[in-house]
């Protein structure tokens, strides 16, 4: 008999180790089991290339909670969030346009294109702010299950019902709109410059298999806005030392808490006798028992990969077999020589110390989402780029650089099948490169090393069931009381003391740390462990 | 009871000038074609009508039962898709929830304004009730699905597929990889029932011959160019040709957005009004095509989709959201007594370079190609095709949009067209909207003049 723990994490994703740092942090044993040698699942940083440090898969800290980094006193433990300054919009005319935290120079940019919008910008911030404290809490809280009698769900319902009430009849419809309209037809609303719209409705479709003109894609915008009122905290940035800095830091802070972390300690199954979970076996045979699991890997991975269909109920696996993963990014991280000049803006100055995205204009982005929709990767993708060694020096040697393009879409079902990916990796790569190539010149000779990420190499590499980065899509029948499935969007699950932490569960992906927090919260206060 | 003028002679026009006229108004409705129907010229098909507004009205047609929509596929017409694998599960699916999608037709949609009274909430909220939680829970799973994915789940082959989502996809501007299609389907599938005997003529016949009954005046060749507001009321309307008719009421059956931007002058809005209306989105994505034909057309099909599958289908979309000329629109055949009448899915209202003569001809074209894979078009006559600029221009119709305003999350039920105008009414006094472009959407179903009516 192997030795008891309360309980088992199963992943050590920036998820999973928010969830084992609270339960350590409430004097639970806790145990994290990480399937490869480095801990932070897609948040993880890598030095692929020697001297260059990639933060090879997620490459944003996005509205990582701000009571999480106090919490788990993160920043005592290492996490320095550096701010992302701007966000550029190159376009292959030559034109640029940069928004920044600063009003008057942003109004400047966006006059250029058009004064009128320049005027809305400000109009459409507020508007958004005010809808983004409404939509805070939702985040923050586990997600009501509406088919529910019971007490604690109907009051969370009622409260949500006045929230949306208070907002009165504008604000009220403007909530609705967001859910339910697509990015682009939303936006068009407020504003009528084509150039603008488009790097800004491209939020909605980050890591989902949807394009920017498909309804729905709206309420993601709200999440840049979320990021705001955080306030002093800044949740959108970068973290020094990469993304992996902030699973480490993480995971210090559950050590420190006493949880104890294992890494190429990778699970082939979650034991169940009669309907209750007792414990795992590792890939290499051994088991290990606890009182409970908790498994930060994927709703449909764990279910159906780890537990086994035949433990689990008829209904409960229909659910899971239709949960749309379907991912559709890749991922291209360059090592380079020299800082690849901006044609439309060289050096390196404000505009590079954000985010820089390739949308320039909303028909483009449509049709690399039509590439998408037939099965092949698109052949002039949208993508957001970061340069980490701008904002933190140490990524990469004295002059040279580190640059992080996120690539949409690359879809993981190709016409052919997925299990073509390999083949089509380097031409992916070159179409990312050569479409690049149209806005700095001089990147192809700047290269020094390219690390390809397909939606197939997530899957393989990272777990990442079809390559969807968010462990499920983020559509409207997947989110709140659905995720992941009707009925189980509470972290519990069918199978008695397995529970749910990961992006598959409310609220869902991104570097949060929400649902970690959240099942942790949810585990101390049934007394499940 | 006072004086009521409709704006547009189409069958919601007329249903609505009826539904006043029972109600003891003195009605005229002014046309501004020559003949009544309007609409009704462009619609093939009554399987959506809804049969207590022809019961409320008493018009005297008779039912039967619809024609099946056949597909025409690569291999011919396929008359076997309706037994093909999962069709009537998913129908029983679909039956399911027709009982709550055709009570929320017989009413005005719930007021969801903050001034709404609770009661107001109750009906719709009674009507999930009933449908049950685990229903109510499905309905809020569907309607934000793709329609293709919602119809994988049924197992539905993806060629059976086309037939079953193109047609209700023309009321949107969707395709059916779009997310909320899905609930397009559901609903133009669930208000979907029995035809009228005769088709749409019969029922235009009867609705003429009963508003005549009732003592409506029709005035056709009559455009109306402006409604007259007085101090936050309509007065009524003036023509093209400068005369002014005078009425207590004035409902417009033509649409939202013609109504209030091009009838109504902007200082007779309320605060905020114009760009409220501005937001309604009409995008046209059908042309019309008619013609004779001297003898059967696809093995005599009474109603038939061309087009061999979802991606086909899914492209015709990406045509018109892409402004191109359409390069392999699906088709939406209705034939009835040697007549043709064609909806041409993936024509944008927005082409790039306009509705020219010569894009006009090379869709004439592409057309021809399409239809010559599947009949003999040297039996075609008479062929006439409307572009959505046609459409706009010819039967005022904003964006070309046969209903007045795409079917969509944010413009159906109390949001169609806009929370503030989702009761009929509008913010002026004696102004009333009841065309296609009000509840309930999901087909032509004739219940919006009725509703309307029923506000003054």
């Known amino acids: 008999m192997s030795q008891k723990y309360d309980a088992i994490i199963v992943g050590g994703g920036?998820?999973?180790?928010?969830?084992?740092?609270?339960?350590?942090?409430?004097?639970?044993?806790?145990?994290?089991?990480?399937?490869?040698?480095?801990?932070?699942?897609?948040?993880?940083?890598?030095?692929?290339?020697?001297?260059?440090?990639?933060?090879?898969?997620?490459?944003?800290?996005?509205?990582?909670?701000?009571?999480?980094?106090?919490?788990?006193?993160?920043?005592?433990?290492?996490?320095?969030?550096?701010?992302?300054?701007?966000?550029?919009?190159?376009?292959?005319?030559?034109?640029?346009?940069?928004?920044?935290?600063?009003?008057?120079?942003?109004?400047?940019?966006?006059?250029?294109?058009?004064?009128?919008?320049?005027?809305?910008?400000?109009?459409?911030?507020?508007?958004?702010?005010?809808?983004?404290?409404?939509?805070?809490?939702?985040?923050?809280?586990?997600?009501?299950?509406?088919?529910?009698?019971?007490?604690?769900?109907?009051?969370?319902?009622?409260?949500?019902?006045?929230?949306?009430?208070?907002?009165?009849?504008?604000?009220?419809?403007?909530?609705?709109?967001?859910?339910?309209?697509?990015?682009?037809?939303?936006?068009?609303?407020?504003?009528?410059?084509?150039?603008?719209?488009?790097?800004?409705?491209?939020?909605?479709?980050?890591?989902?298999?949807?394009?920017?003109?498909?309804?729905?894609?709206?309420?993601?915008?709200?999440?840049?806005?979320?990021?705001?009122?955080?306030g002093a905290s800044r949740s959108w940035g970068f973290a020094r030392g990469g993304t992996g800095a902030i699973s480490m830091a993480i995971a210090r802070s559950a050590e420190h808490f006493g949880a104890e972390i294992r890494t190429n300690a990778g699970v082939s199954q979650i034991k169940v006798k009669g309907g209750e979970a007792k414990g795992v076996v590792l890939e290499d045979g051994s088991e290990i028992d606890a009182r409970i699991v908790i498994s930060g890997a994927e709703p449909r991975l764990t279910f159906l990969g780890l537990v086994g269909e035949s433990e689990l109920p008829n209904d409960f696996v229909t659910q899971l077999k239709r949960y749309k993963l379907r991912g559709s990014s890749g991922k291209v991280n360059l090592a380079l020589d020299r800082f690849p000049d901006f044609k439309s803006r060289p050096g390196i100055g404000m505009h590079v110390r954000g985010d820089i995205s390739i949308a320039p204009n909303t028909d483009y982005l449509e049709r690399a989402y039509d590439d998408a929709k037939y099965g092949d990767f698109s052949k002039k993708p949208f993508m957001n780029i970061v340069f980490p060694s701008v904002l933190d020096p140490d990524m990469a040697p004295d002059g040279k650089h580190v640059m992080s393009i996120f690539v949409q879409y690359a879809p993981y079902h190709l016409k052919e099948g997925p299990s073509h990916w390999p083949e089509k990796r380097e031409a992916f790569g070159d179409a990312v490169i050569d479409t690049l190539a149209e806005y700095c010149p001089t990147l192809k000779d700047s290269i020094l090393h390219r690390q390809v990420l397909t939606p197939w190499d997530l899957e393989q590499e990272f777990g990442l069931t079809e390559g969807n980065i968010f462990h499920g899509e983020l559509s409207l029948e997947q989110?709140?009381?659905?995720?992941?499935?009707?009925?189980?969007?509470?972290?519990?699950?069918?199978?008695?003391?397995?529970?749910?932490?990961?992006?598959?569960?409310?609220?869902?992906?991104?570097?949060?740390?929400?649902?970690?927090?959240?099942?942790?919260?949810?585990?101390?206060?049934?007394?499940?462990? | 009871m006072g004086t009521a003028l409709v704006i547009g002679g189409g069958p919601n026009g007329l249903a609505a000038a009826i539904t006043l006229a029972s109600r003891g108004h003195s009605v005229t409705v002014v046309e501004a074609r020559e003949a009544v129907g309007c609409r009704a010229d462009l619609l093939g098909d009554t399987r959506t009508v809804q049969p207590w507004a022809v019961e409320s009205m008493g018009l005297d047609v008779e039912w039967e039962s619809s024609p099946p929509w056949l597909r025409v596929g690569p291999d011919g017409v396929q008359p076997d898709d309706e037994a093909a694998e999962g069709v009537a599960a998913w129908r029983t699916e679909v039956a399911r929830f027709a009982t709550v999608v055709r009570s929320l037709s017989a009413a005005p949609p719930p007021n969801i304004q903050s001034d709404a009274s609770l009661s107001a909430l109750m009906g719709p909220a009674f009507a999930m009730l009933k449908l049950g939680r685990s229903a109510g829970l499905e309905l809020a799973r569907v309607g934000p699905l793709c329609a293709e994915d919602w119809l994988d789940e049924w197992g539905i082959?993806?060629?059976?597929?086309?037939?079953?989502?193109?047609?209700?996809?023309?009321?949107?501007?969707?395709?059916?990889?779009?997310?909320t299609s899905a609930l397009a389907v559901l609903f133009h599938h669930a208000l979907s029932g029995d035809s009228i005997q005769g088709g749409m003529a019969a029922l235009l016949a009867a609705l003429v011959k009963r508003a005549k009954g009732a003592g409506v005046t029709v005035r056709t060749s009559a455009r109306v160019c402006r409604i007259a507001v007085s101090d936050g009321r309509a007065t009524g309307v003036v023509l093209d040709d400068d005369s002014a008719i005078h009425a207590d009421i004035v409902l417009s059956t033509v649409g939202p957005k013609r109504t209030l931007l091009r009838l109504v002058a902007p200082r007779d809005l309320?605060?905020?009004?114009?760009?409220?209306?501005?937001?309604?989105?009409?995008?046209?994505?059908?042309?019309?095509?008619?013609?004779?034909?001297?003898?059967?057309?696809?093995?005599?099909?009474?109603?038939?989709?061309?087009?061999?599958?979802?991606?086909?289908?899914?492209?015709?979309?990406?045509?018109?959201?892409?402004?191109?000329?359409?390069?392999?629109?699906?088709?939406?055949?209705?034939?009835?007594?040697?007549?043709?009448?064609?909806?041409?899915?993936?024509?944008?209202?927005?082409?790039?370079?306009?509705?020219?003569?010569?894009?006009?001809?090379?869709?004439?074209?592409?057309?021809?190609?399409?239809?010559?894979?599947?009949?003999?078009?040297?039996?075609?006559?008479?062929?006439?095709?409307?572009?959505?600029?046609?459409?706009?221009?010819?039967?005022?119709?904003?964006?070309?949009?046969?209903?007045?305003?795409?079917?969509?999350?944010?413009?159906?039920?109390?949001?169609?067209?806009?929370?503030?105008?989702?009761?009929?009414?509008?913010?002026?006094?004696?102004?009333?909207?009841?065309?296609?472009?009000?509840?309930?959407?999901?087909?032509?179903?004739?219940?919006?003049?009725?509703?309307?009516?029923?506000?003054?």
């Open chain 1, 14 to 230: 920036h998820n999973g180790l928010v969830c084992a740092a609270y339960l350590a942090k409430a004097g639970r044993k806790v145990l994290v089991l990480e399937k490869r040698h480095v801990l932070g699942g897609a948040a993880c940083s890598e030095e692929v290339y020697p001297g260059f440090t990639f933060s090879v898969c997620s490459y944003v800290v996005s509205l990582l909670r701000p009571q999480i980094i106090r919490d788990l006193k993160l920043a005592q433990f290492g996490l320095h969030v550096l701010p992302l300054e701007s966000t550029f919009s190159p376009y292959p005319d030559g034109r640029s346009l940069m928004r920044s935290a600063d009003p008057a120079a942003t109004r400047r940019e966006i006059a250029a294109f058009s004064p009128r919008d320049a005027d809305v910008y400000p109009l459409f911030g507020k508007a958004m702010g005010q809808l983004a404290r409404f939509a805070k809490p939702i985040i923050d809280e586990r997600a009501p299950d509406p088919s529910s009698y019971r007490p604690r769900e109907l009051m969370q319902l009622l409260k949500m019902g006045k929230q949306f009430r208070d907002l009165g009849d504008d604000l009220g419809l403007l909530q609705y709109k967001l859910t339910t309209m697509s990015a682009v037809d939303f936006l068009a609303e407020w504003f009528e410059t084509d150039e603008l719209i488009a790097p800004m409705s491209c939020s909605g479709i980050i890591g989902t298999m949807l394009g920017v003109k498909s309804p729905g894609t709206a309420y993601v915008l709200l999440h840049h806005y979320m990021g705001e009122i955080d």
């Open chain 1, 479 to 529: 989110l709140l009381f659905q995720r992941p499935a009707s009925g189980w969007a509470q972290y519990k699950t069918p199978i008695r003391k397995l529970w749910l932490c990961g992006s598959g569960a409310h609220p869902g992906g991104g570097v949060m740390g929400a649902p970690g927090q959240l099942a942790a919260r949810e585990i101390l206060m049934g007394g499940a462990c």
């Open chain 2, 157 to 179: 082959a993806r060629d059976v597929q086309a037939g079953l989502i193109a047609p209700a996809l023309i009321g949107t501007w969707m395709g059916p990889r779009s997310p």
């Open chain 2, 270 to 456: 309320p605060m905020g009004g114009e760009q409220t209306v501005r937001t309604v989105r009409t995008r046209g994505i059908v042309a019309v095509w008619k013609a004779r034909v001297s003898e059967p057309a696809f093995g005599g099909s009474r109603c038939a989709v061309i087009g061999a599958d979802t991606v086909v289908l899914e492209r015709s979309f990406d045509d018109a959201k892409h402004r191109r000329a359409p390069q392999r629109p699906t088709l939406l055949v209705h034939q009835e007594a040697g007549r043709l009448l064609v909806h041409v899915y993936g024509a944008a209202h927005d082409l790039d370079g306009g509705w020219t003569d010569a894009a006009k001809v090379a869709l004439q074209k592409t057309l021809e190609t399409v239809l010559a894979e599947h009949m003999d078009v040297a039996t075609i006559t008479d062929a006439e095709l409307w572009t959505p600029a046609d459409l706009e221009s010819e039967y005022d119709l904003e964006g070309g949009h046969l209903f007045h305003g795409e079917f969509a999350l944010d413009q159906f039920l109390s949001f169609r067209p806009h929370p503030s105008l989702s009761g009929y009414t509008t913010g002026i006094q004696g102004l009333l909207l009841g065309g296609a472009g009000m509840h309930p959407a999901g087909g032509f179903t004739l219940c919006q003049g009725i509703l309307a009516a029923r506000q003054a």
